[in-house]
Structure formats: structure tokens, C-alpha cells
């Protein structure tokens, strides 16, 4: 495997030698037989992604590049793979990201068609597949051994200037709107808008009509002062689904221990990304994403933090293909101005060494390794979210 970009006159550092070792054993370590979960110490545990997606990565393209939908998309078929993996791998429920994003498709109409894909898709599945419509649906669906899927957004750009619209998304099933993506909106500033400057007075009108709702308010994305504007105005506790902690890697798509703390103190729930923000070369591995954990749990406490790894189960058979699409992703988030800095061409979106279905089983015998107890680690897996989503949802 070579890295792709890299000078090969020049010396790899420490941590690129661990990346390309651990690269060659990435087929070992991410095989995962259906008998895996069965045979694990957590095989009875909840496990929820508070940010995920059930896709296929060796089938990557534009259309998993964060830019959102371009318009109406064709019906969607999950492969058996796809299904097989998610339940392989224990997960309860996921929140899935659906509709606008950024791009040039027009917010509401690509969301609402977004939402009706997704409904068709649960009524092609019903064996598999279970619409979270509240806390209670997650215990359901481990029951029922299937996988909850939780309706999210992750810009509310698609509110546009009409606050009805979010009783309409909550009607259709909607549980948490993440408030901006990037850049700045009509709410607030992203967490790569130059200004920061808060929260908007409409977006305050936003945060009340979400607590109304119960839909859940996620701060994942963005800018510093929106996201401590909002836990201030919230009545209800909010959320960032997916970050990192930028006290251990100075990045703005992570959160300072402010915005953790209050997060926390206010009840809510901080969910830790496998995404490449966790390490200040991008090229991340299960040993950082257990430094965030870690470095949450000292900052907010064991009773908010969870997982939101921003990825997907499936495990990637090809690297090499991969990354030349990560490449190609990452030059047209820069074109259309949604990228964030630590965004590279030649690095994974993913912990190299805990993916595919055994991810979340690999993490929690990790922790367990490191002294966490069997309750703590529960509580990260998937308890901590479900307390979260009584406190919000109110079932």
C-alpha cells in the first residue's frame, strides 16, 4: 500500500509507518462472520449511532459526498450485504442523515422527497428495518433483532423562513435536525463561517419550535457561538451528534470542553466520530478515537457521551479505489465551499483499524482493556443515547 500525495523522498513519521501496519492487517481485523455479534461479551448491549448510514462504501461516488441531494433520487435498494453487516454488527438503531445537505438541489423539495424514499424503504424491509420514532422503538428494535432508523437532518436549511415546516418534518417522523452545516444559513454560522456569530434571532425562534416539537436539536456543525447561543436557548437538552474534542486536536469541526461541559450540564448528549478530525494528520486509528472518548467522559461525565461515528458498517475491500474517490470528494467540497480543514485527499474517513461489523465490539473490548466498567462502556454504546431520547422524545 503506498500513500497516495506523499513525497517519497521524504521520511514517514511515526504515524504513518502505525497507518501503513495497520492498513496490512486491516482484512484480518475487519473480517466479521454473522456469528461475531452472537459470540460477543456485548451481543446483548444497545448500541446506537448517533450518526451513521447503512450504504455500501465499495460502491462510492458523488452521491455519498456530503454535497446532499441534487433532486429527487431513485428508489432505494439496500443490498444484502448492507443488511446482513448492520445486523452482524449488534447496531440498535442509527440516525441517518437524509435530505438537503448543501448543493444546488432546492432544500425542501429534495428533503421531502428524501423523507419518502426512506419510508419506502422501511415498507420494503420490515423484517429488517423499524422507523425510531421514539426511545421506545430502540429497545424494540433489539428485541426484534432489526435496525431502528432514526430520522435526521443535517442542515435546516430546508426550513427555509417558515417555522410551520418543522411541525410538518416532526409529523413525517423527523428526530433530530442539526442546525447548520458548514457554513453559515438562516440560523446560524457553521463551524467553518468565518464570522461566528451566533445563533439568529430567527434561529432562536428555531430552537423553540424544535422543543416543541420533541424533535431533537443537534449542534454538530456548528460554529462555536450558534452552538453555546443554543444550549442557552433550548429548553430542552440538545445534542452534538458527532464531533471530536478539539482540547486534543485543535480543528473547528471539534468541540471545545465549553461547549461539552454545557452540553452535558444541561443533559444532554455528545456522541465521538471515527472521522480523520481526531488526529492532527487525519490519519486516525481506534487508539484516538478512545483518546476522545476518554477525554469526553473527563469533561462531561459517563452519562453523556456516546458514539456517533459519521461512517458506515460495511466494511471497504478496495482502499486504494477508495481513496481515489475520498480524493475526488474531498476537491468538490472545496469547490462548493463546504469543506472543513482537516479534510486531506489522501486520508481515510474512517478509524483504519475499527471498521465493518465488528467496530462497535472492537471498541467496547478496547475500553474494557483500558479499566472502563462493563456499565460505562454499556452507557456509551447506546444507553447514554436512549436516556437522551426519553429526555427529549418522551418515550
Given at each position: 500500500m503506498t500513500l497516495k500525495g506523499r513525497d517519497p523522498s521524504m521520511p514517514i513519521d511515526a504515524d504513518r509507518r502505525r497507518l501503513i501496519a495497520l492498513a496490512a492487517a486491516a482484512p484480518v481485523m475487519a473480517a466479521a462472520p454473522a456469528a461475531f455479534a452472537a459470540a460477543s461479551d456485548w451481543k446483548d448491549s444497545v448500541i446506537v449511532d448517533a450518526l451513521g448510514g447503512l450504504d455500501d462504501p465499495n460502491f462510492y461516488d458523488m452521491e455519498g459526498s456530503g454535497l446532499g441531494a441534487s433532486g429527487p433520487r431513485k428508489r432505494r435498494v439496500l443490498s444484502p450485504r448492507v443488511l446482513d453487516d448492520a445486523r452482524a454488527s449488534g447496531v440498535s438503531a442509527i440516525n441517518c442523515t437524509l435530505g438537503y445537505v448543501a448543493g444546488p438541489a432546492e432544500p425542501f423539495e429534495a428533503t421531502v422527497s428524501d423523507i419518502a424514499l426512506y419510508d419506502r424503504m422501511v415498507a420494503?424491509?420490515?423484517?429488517?428495518?423499524?422507523?425510531?420514532?421514539?426511545?421506545?422503538?430502540?429497545?424494540?428494535?433489539?428485541?426484534?433483532?432489526?435496525?431502528?432508523?432514526?430520522?435526521?437532518?443535517?442542515?435546516?436549511?430546508?426550513?427555509?423562513?417558515?417555522?410551520?415546516?418543522?411541525?410538518?418534518?416532526?409529523?413525517?417522523?423527523?428526530?433530530?435536525?442539526?442546525?447548520?452545516?458548514?457554513?453559515?444559513?438562516?440560523?446560524?454560522?457553521?463551524?467553518?463561517?468565518?464570522?461566528?456569530?451566533?445563533?439568529?434571532?430567527?434561529?432562536?425562534?428555531?430552537?423553540?419550535?424544535?422543543?416543541?416539537?420533541?424533535?431533537?436539536?443537534?449542534?454538530?456543525?456548528?460554529?462555536?457561538?450558534?452552538?453555546?447561543?443554543?444550549?442557552?436557548?433550548s429548553k430542552q437538552p440538545i445534542s452534538i451528534n458527532h464531533t471530536g474534542c478539539r482540547a486534543l486536536v485543535d480543528l473547528p469541526r471539534n468541540k471545545t470542553d465549553e461547549e461539552l461541559r454545557l452540553v452535558a450540564e444541561k443533559g444532554g448528549f455528545v456522541g465521538i466520530y471515527f472521522m480523520p478530525f481526531l488526529h492532527k494528520d487525519g490519519y486516525v486509528t481506534g487508539a484516538d478515537v478512545i483518546a476522545h472518548?476518554?477525554?469526553?467522559?473527563?469533561?462531561?461525565?459517563?452519562?453523556?457521551?456516546?458514539?456517533?461515528?459519521?461512517?458506515?458498517?460495511?466494511?471497504?475491500?478496495?482502499?486504494?479505489?477508495?481513496?481515489?474517490?475520498?480524493?475526488?470528494?474531498?476537491?468538490?467540497?472545496?469547490?462548493?465551499?463546504?469543506?472543513?480543514?482537516?479534510?486531506?485527499?489522501?486520508?481515510?474517513?474512517?478509524?483504519?483499524?475499527?471498521?465493518?461489523?465488528?467496530?462497535?465490539?472492537?471498541?467496547?473490548?478496547?475500553?474494557?482493556?483500558?479499566?472502563?466498567?462493563?456499565?460505562?462502556?454499556?452507557?456509551?454504546?447506546?444507553?447514554?443515547?436512549?436516556?437522551?431520547?426519553?429526555?427529549?422524545?418522551?418515550?
Open positions: 420494503d424491509y420490515p423484517d429488517r428495518l423499524l422507523k425510531v420514532a421514539g426511545a421506545a422503538d430502540i429497545l424494540r428494535a433489539k428485541r426484534e433483532g432489526k435496525v431502528g432508523l432514526i430520522y435526521g437532518f443535517q442542515n435546516a436549511a430546508m426550513v427555509g423562513a417558515n417555522l410551520d415546516r418543522i411541525d410538518m418534518f416532526a409529523d413525517l417522523g423527523v428526530r433530530i435536525i442539526q442546525l447548520t452545516y458548514n457554513p453559515a444559513n438562516q440560523i446560524g454560522d457553521g463551524s467553518t463561517a468565518p464570522s461566528n456569530r451566533g445563533l439568529t434571532d430567527f434561529g432562536r425562534q428555531v430552537v423553540e419550535r424544535l422543543n416543541a416539537n420533541r424533535v431533537m436539536v443537534d449542534l454538530s456543525h456548528s460554529g462555536e457561538r450558534t452552538c453555546l447561543d443554543a444550549i442557552a436557548a472518548i476518554e477525554h469526553a467522559l473527563d469533561v462531561c461525565g459517563e452519562d453523556h457521551v456516546g458514539l456517533g461515528t459519521d461512517g458506515v458498517i460495511t466494511k471497504v475491500d478496495d482502499l486504494d479505489r477508495y481513496r481515489a474517490a475520498i480524493a475526488k470528494e474531498v476537491a468538490a467540497r472545496k469547490a462548493a465551499g463546504i469543506g472543513a480543514p482537516g479534510e486531506k485527499p489522501d486520508i481515510l474517513k474512517f478509524a483504519i483499524d475499527l471498521r465493518g461489523p465488528t467496530q462497535f465490539h472492537d471498541l467496547a473490548d478496547r475500553l474494557k482493556a483500558r479499566g472502563h466498567s462493563t456499565g460505562r462502556i454499556e452507557k456509551i454504546l447506546g444507553g447514554n443515547f436512549v436516556r437522551y431520547g426519553r429526555e427529549v422524545w418522551g418515550a
